[in-house]
């Protein structure tokens, strides 16, 4: 089975301290995401990376940077969190062609910036 | 561009039957659905291709319309177990190997 892992289930940090979010998967997956998701608006992608040291701007980059030294780990980084970055934050990671076999969930970090 | 999924919410009776519909703008190379309960990852449920492969759930049956860029998820018999917010995830012909997420649908089945 498919797994991917991220770092923490719950986060609480203060305005303007710089937050990491670190998700690993095991299945050799190119890909790798970073969603956020918040009630009523779905599944946002923030930043993808199809490749190490390779990354896409998402829907919603604003305030958020990404970093895959390895193939396995995606990072998430918010340099100052705000109180609108309070979210529920997924990962996920798939195959280089979705048709093959769709992508993959992390458990997801339930970020509060306060 | 987002999918537009509908209805928003549906309340069913446990062994009623539910209609999930998922619509996009843009051409779309494959639709994927998930089911996420409260609290936990979204659950990969089914793939479907253009050209009219699936891929997925033996229990849950969906459908792709090419021409107008709609699938639609059939769940039938509902269980108890069914109860969740279900996503569509569109791969846009011209987009790459990334999904653009629905809202969801919630759906609630009780005794």
């Known amino acids: 089975d498919v797994k991917v892992t991220q770092s923490s289930r719950y986060l609480v940090k203060r305005t303007g301290e710089k937050v990491f979010l670190e998700c690993v998967q095991d299945m050799d997956h190119e890909n790798m995401f970073w969603y956020r998701q918040d009630p009523g608006l779905g599944l946002r992608l923030i930043y993808f990376?199809?490749?190490?040291?390779?990354?896409e701007k998402g829907d919603i980059p604003e305030g958020y940077s990404v970093s895959r030294e390895k193939k396995e780990r995606f990072s998430l980084i918010l340099e100052s969190a705000s109180t609108n970055q309070t979210s529920m934050y997924l990962c996920a990671s798939s195959l280089i062609r979705l048709a093959e076999e769709t992508q993959y969930f992390g458990p997801g970090t339930r970020l509060l910036v306060l | 561009q987002q999918p537009v999924q509908s209805p928003q919410a549906v309340i069913l009776r446990e062994g009623e039957d539910a209609v999930i519909n998922c619509s996009s703008s843009?051409?779309?190379?494959?639709v994927h659905w998930y089911r996420q309960k409260h609290g936990e990852a979204p659950v990969f449920l089914m793939i479907l291709l253009k050209g009219g492969e699936q891929k997925g759930h033996e229990k849950i049956s969906a459908s792709f319309n090419e021409k107008k860029q709609q699938s639609s998820l059939y769940l039938t018999a509902s269980q108890l177990s069914y109860s969740g917010t279900y996503f569509c995830g569109t791969e846009e012909e011209t987009s790459g190997s990334r999904l653009t997420f629905g809202e969801g649908t919630q759906l609630t089945v009780n005794p």
């Open positions: 843009k051409a779309l190379y494959s």
């Open positions: 990376s199809y490749d190490v040291k390779m990354k």
